[in-house]
């Protein structure tokens, strides 16, 4: 202990110097830069919130997906990392964490009481590394329930560093914390790794970088030209055991505790509980997403917000600038053909409850108040719900400008980038990719997504993958170019393609996927959404199969850490479903103004009707829809949810029955991937690979829609 | 106890047995940083048919792919 002592020069960290600046995204500053480090699930975050209160900068890494959060703090700068078991390379987030760590002046570790043996590791690492230190002592709560005491002095002395208990979710011990922060200190080491530091310190001259060389960094190393060390197991063994001693001194099992915990968690994962757990758990997700927010807020959002209010008031405004002659108030012969459909569905769907047909003409004239409330509760059901609007506003319909000017028609027109593309990404994704993350965040939160990848693995396996692949493709329900970038995470590039291929195949991104569902909940039939979910599944496996025969190779098994079962703290939810719902919703637009462009030019020039008429022995004959749904498809090519939200229009308007919906949503599900995510594609896996699955996409596609129809229809 | 020398994978569900060897390195450091190391005593929380299993050392618990099991040497 003695020799231990004298290494442990306590030195504060003002007289650090800052080494930031314009390095990544760290605005500059004249202060130091502290970093917050801890384990997965140790409620980093809450004390990230609480240090750096309003304004954040929310990053993706240079080069990665990994977010990363910076703050202020006074003049300091403060920044999250991800949750990591330690620093080194084995994956995406180590490497961001670890080059944060490498520039900060101070770092605040943040452990969790009830897992110190786990958690001290990378501690005992952060220590070695040579950095000014400050532990946060975190769920001190939790720890007195599960009936542990950890004697927070005698870990502080032996660690060298001060160690301050807390429970975040209540903000105790964070003014301590900040008291602390002045005294933060480089803390102890073992004697053989003093030893090592020491004689790597001459060559390299940095601590920090002379530990991860010790332990085998290949980027670090090669950054100084050095061989890799090769003695990583024998200091991770001897941190370990260090650690390990530290616990035994420090924590102390008062008494047996509370198991519910524990309990819960295996209830999720055992099949018998687990499987009706996880049943209920996608029928709130679907209730959530697919029933409150795809039906009633959308139909809230999109139809009376953005249609009924919004798009005439661009209209109105683009057409007091615009050439009087320039202008119409006729309707078009396209619009008229809705009508008809609309007049002929609300007659087929109103039956007897009418003493007469409607005709085109007489919805628009009809008394709004009048034929809707005479309608029964049975009946307004049966109506889709822009039937219902046009009975019951039907000047609505009709009180639209026509721009004969092209440029007008591009601004405000049907596809307009003021009208059409505004309406989409406001009224009809926003609140769907808020459902998505809002369901995501309590997931993840909760500590379920663990156990669903560990539930997952087996039949992840039967598709060569390993149950974390659940991680990738839960994230491409939300955003598939994202999810394409994670695959980085797997460990082999067999697992990273069959991930790829799934990913860019059968799933459906999140306002996709929130159109689909809103599109089966309007075919009204049980059979409809079944078949649906029948088809997708059968490709999924299929593709899955065939991949995982043809690649070469093996994949890599399962082994992750089951963090314990909390329940989700609603602050803490409701600002990462913000931070991510922003981060989408900045991302999707520039696109989404590409693809409504891209339609309305492709409209004005009269393209749109030659490719409806390419693709009609495609889209009439093989797959047997109306031939508009080839426009849904070229959107399709730009975005993914775009393309299904062309298809929400035509769907609504009553143009297709349940199977031909079904079936174009089989094909825009199976087709092509966004031009971001086939870009990304192309990136991460290759040319060669990326454009195969690209093309495959196609042939899949309309190979799968056509036999669906052609047994079905 | 179980038999000496058995594999991961055959450990029934709450048994604890002892870590023996594990042959995959990147596997081995990983398992180190979560508190398990040769040597270690574990317990078999859960096994989910034809699954993976879950492990528990002490309050930390960590899922085990069926065919990573079958590599790990326990006693």
Redesign the interface.
């Known amino acids: 202990m003695e020799a231990e002592k004298r290494t442990a020069n306590v030195e504060h960290m003002h007289r650090h110097q800052h080494r930031h600046g314009h390095q990544g995204h760290v605005p500059v500053t004249t202060g130091r830069k502290i970093v917050l480090a801890g384990n997965p699930n140790v409620g980093k975050s809450v004390f990230f919130n609480h240090f750096s209160g309003l304004y954040v900068d929310v990053s993706n890494y240079p080069g990665t997906t990994i977010e990363v959060t910076t703050g202020r703090m006074g003049d300091d700068t403060i920044m999250d990392t991800p949750g990591i ?2 620093v080194s390379s ?1 994956n995406d987030e180590e490497r961001v964490a670890r080059d944060i760590v490498l520039q900060a002046d101070v770092i605040i570790n943040v452990v969790d009481a ?2 110190l ?2 958690d001290l ?2 501690t005992q690492q952060l220590i070695d590394m040579g950095k000014p230190l400050v532990v946060a002592l975190n769920f001190m709560d939790e720890a007195a329930i ?1 009936g542990i005491e950890v004697d927070a002095d005698l870990l502080s002395d032996m660690l060298g560093v001060p160690v301050v208990p807390t429970v975040a979710v209540t903000g105790k011990g964070f003014a301590e914390l900040e008291q602390a922060l002045p005294n933060a200190a480089k803390g102890l080491q073992g004697k053989e790794m003093h030893r090592r530091l020491h004689e790597m310190l001459k060559e390299i001259g940095s601590q920090p970088e002379a530990l991860m060389i010790l332990e085998g960094d290949p980027i670090i190393a090669a950054r100084h030209g050095v061989e890799p060390g090769k003695d ?2 024998e200091i ?2 001897a941190r ?1 055991e260090r650690v ?1 001693d530290i616990v035994k001194h420090c924590v102390r099992e008062v008494s047996a505790g509370s198991h519910l915990r524990a309990h819960v ?2 209830w999720v ?3 018998l509980t687990g499987i009706p757990i996880l049943i209920v758990m996608l029928f709130l997700v679907y209730e959530l997403i697919a029933v409150l927010i795809a039906q009633k807020v959308v139909n809230f959002t999109e139809i009376e917000l953005m249609k009924g209010h919004w798009e005439p008031a661009v209209q109105r405004l683009v057409a007091r600038v615009s050439k009087p002659e320039s202008i119409t108030k006729e309707p078009t012969p396209r619009l008229l053909a809705r009508l008809e459909t609309l007049a002929t569905e609300a007659t087929e769907e109103l039956g007897d409850a009418l003493e007469e047909t409607i005709s085109p003409a007489g919805l628009a004239g009809w008394a709004p108040a009048g034929l809707v409330e005479k309608l029964s509760p049975e009946l307004r059901a049966k109506l889709s719900p822009v039937a219902l609007t046009a009975i019951s506003d039907p000047a609505n319909y009709l009180d639209r400008y026509h721009f004969k000017s092209a440029v007008a028609y591009v601004l405000a027109g049907e596809f307009g980038v003021f009208t059409h593309t505004v309406r989409y990404l406001l009224g009809l994704l926003l609140p769907l990719v808020i459902g998505f993350y809002l369901a995501l965040a309590i997931l993840e939160d909760s500590g379920y997504l ?2 669903l ?3 997952m ?2 039949l992840f ?1 039967a598709v060569g993958l ?2 974390r692949a659940v991680i990738p493709v839960i994230l491409g329900f939300g955003c598939v170019t994202m999810a394409t970038i994670t695959t980085r995470l797997l460990r082999t590039e067999r697992e990273k393609t069959i991930t790829a291929a799934i990913l860019n195949l059968v799933i459906p991104c999140s306002a996709q996927l929130g159109v689909i569902a809103g599109l089966l909940a309007v075919t009204g039939s049980a059979t409809c959404m079944a078949l649906y979910v029948a088809v997708i599944v059968l490709c999924l496996i299929i593709i899955g199969t065939l991949l995982d025969r043809v690649l070469p190779g093996q994949s890599s ?6 963090p314990p079962m909390r329940l989700p703290r609603p602050d803490n939810v409701f600002r990462k479903t913000l931070v991510r719902t922003y981060n989408f919703i900045r991302e999707a637009f520039p696109w989404f103004v590409f693809g409504s462009l891209l339609v309305a030019t492709m409209q004005v020039t009269g393209i749109l009707n030659v490719w409806q008429a390419a693709l009609r022995p495609l889209t009439v004959k093989w797959l047997q829809l109306p031939p508009e749904t080839a426009t849904a498809f070229v959107m399709g090519m730009v975005r993914r949810d775009f393309g299904a939200a062309g298809l929400n229009d035509l769907a609504r308007s009553g143009a297709m029955s349940g199977l031909q919906i079904v079936i174009s949503l089989i094909v825009i599900t199976l087709f092509v991937p966004c031009i971001a995510s086939t870009v990304i594609l192309i990136k991460e896996r290759g040319a060669k690979e990326g454009l195969t699955i690209w093309v495959g996409t196609w042939v899949v596609a309309f190979l799968v829609g056509g036999i669906v129809s052609q047994i079905f229809i | 106890m179980t038999k000496p020398h058995t594999h991961l994978s055959e450990v029934r569900a709450g048994r604890e047995v002892r870590i023996v060897a594990i042959p995959d ?11 398990i ?1 040769e040597g270690s005593r574990v317990v078999c ?2 096994k ?5 299993l ?1 492990l528990r ?12 099991a079958k590599t790990i040497r326990v006693s």
């Open positions: 078991y330690g084995f009830v897992h043996e786990r590791f990378l599960e990583r197991e991770y063994i370990r390990n968690g295996r994962l055992q099949p663990p156990r990848a560990t539930m693995d087996r396996n390993n149950g098994a399962l082994l992750i850490d089951l | 390195e990147e596997i081995r450091s990983q398992l180190i940083r979560f508190g190391s929380e859960v989910l048919p034809l699954g993976p879950v050392h002490n309050r930390q618990e960590i899922a085990v792919g069926r065919q990573l």
